[in-house]
């Protein structure tokens, strides 16, 4: 259900959301009434607080993943220079 919703979200994009949360309103005013109107707002706003959360939730996940590839990008960066400066003061022993 998750990846159908993000796809939903990433598809339409925010402008599309909201747009299509409108037309909702607007036909459940038509066809429902004032209640009807204001259970699919209401749902709309629900739907996109979820598609929000998800976004946050892989963007959050998603950043982890970097900070960790960073740090052991960068460990291997310093284990590489100990052995540049290892290798020149060996050298320059003769």
Known sequence: MTQVL???GSGLGPAGIVAALVAAT???WVYLGRA???AVAALGLVLVSYLT???QATTAARLGT???DTARAMASLAEDRRQVLA???ATARG
Do not use: D, H
């Open 66 to 68: 970097a900070y960790a």
């Open 36 to 38: 009807g109107a204001i």
């Open 6 to 8: 993000g796809l939903l």
């Open 26 to 28: 607007v036909a459940a």
């Open 87 to 89: 290798a020149a003061e």
């Open 53 to 55: 959360g998800a976004y």
